[in-house]
């Protein structure tokens, strides 16, 4: 049954990874080295994550709809607290409802990348532990060929073969597989913790720090690396590449979303504001407000200044005679008489 329900999933696992493989053999990586299979999942993260960029969207839009309804939460909660009837939490529940509506948001969209992952990750797992096996065991599904999965159990990487768990080679004096091993559940961990800590703290208004949602998101913070810890070292090191990869892209996604459009009230916004204004400064724009509420105004524009005729003709030329020498303008703008005139009147006289 579980065969049946996982096949079409380990299908395009294994055959994404077999385009990527092949790739990367096209550039000049051997077709039996670990770096050219551990490529292989890396371009899976990749693949997997591009194609759930939608859903990281609406992801994030809810999870900041989430945090802007806190308040509001938290006045619902008071509202009904102490009151265990029947019809107490049933009117707590379609205020509830009705305020996701408001925002257009509800907890399951800030999981769903997670929720869609988890059957891929399973998946692959059941690659590389059923389907990448020996010589005599090895099974076959889509582009990954019999000669390929030997290719790809055979393969190490920094001396641990990919299908190489830290509980299956524990005491087997296979050390180079449980060094890989440890390296990458560290790893895994660490990335898992830091991007909750950048949502959580960096990513977060005030109000939202406060209350039993604050609550849930510090313990998911600390428990969730803290599952892995328990349940990395019965990961394969390929399916730890791929969840350290995975981690990595989420951060960065994270990362550039936070630096480009924080949560309105939260740190990452109020560092946004103050790197404005101090860019402003050095421009020479006008500032109004505080570094936490800045705005920005552009400079007032300087009046034209008129240009002056130039005069054409070399110095030499002008003492000369020749040229274009400039005429004297007369000081009475309504005597237009020229020198030759007043030189004839004198004469006359």
């Not at 797992?125 to 389907?131: A, D, E, P």
């Amino acid at each position: 049954m579980l065969d049946t329900i996982m096949y079409p999933l380990e299908w395009c696992v294994a055959n994404i990874m077999v385009a990527w493989h092949w790739l990367l053999t096209a550039v000049g990586l051997p077709s039996d080295s670990g770096t050219a299979w551990a490529l292989s999942i890396v371009g899976l993260v990749v693949t997997i994550r591009i194609l759930l960029i939608p859903l990281f969207v609406k992801q994030i839009k809810s999870q900041r709809a989430m945090q802007l309804l806190a308040p509001e939460m938290k006045q619902i909660q008071a509202k009904y607290r102490g009151k265990k009837d029947q019809a107490s939490k049933e009117a707590m529940q379609r205020e509830t409802m009705a305020l996701y509506a408001k925002h257009k948001t509800n907890p399951l969209s800030s999981c769903l990348p997670i929720l869609i992952q988890a059957p891929i990750f399973f998946a692959l797992f059941r690659v590389l532990n059923y389907r990448i096996e020996g010589v005599d065991e090895a099974k076959p599904i889509g582009m990954l060929t019999e000669e390929l999965a030997v290719e790809a159990h055979d393969a190490t990487i920094f001396g641990a073969k990919l299908s190489d768990s830290l509980v299956g080679t524990w005491g087997q004096g296979e050390p180079a597989a449980i060094i890989v091993s440890i390296v990458l559940i560290i790893m895994m961990v660490a990335t898992t913790f830091t991007t909750q800590h950048q949502i959580t703290r960096k990513n977060m208004p005030a109000s939202a720090l406060e209350g039993p949602m604050a609550q849930q998101q510090k313990v998911l913070m600390y428990a969730l690396p803290f599952i892995f810890v328990i349940t990395g070292p019965n990961f394969p090191v390929g399916v730890l590449i791929y969840w350290t990869t995975t981690n990595v892209w989420t951060m960065g996604q994270q990362y550039y979303v936070i630096k480009r459009n924080p949560t309105p009230g939260s740190e990452a916004e109020k560092a946004l504001k103050a790197k404005k204004a101090e860019k402003a400064k050095r421009k020479g724009l006008t500032i109004e407000g505080s570094s936490e509420d800045v705005t920005v105004l552009e400079a007032p524009e300087q009046p034209r200044q008129r240009q002056q005729p130039k005069r054409s003709g070399s110095r030499s030329q002008r003492k000369k005679g020749g040229g274009n020498a400039p005429q004297k303008r007369p000081a009475n703008p309504q005597d237009t008489s020229s020198p030759e005139s007043d030189n004839k009147k004198d004469s006359d006289d």
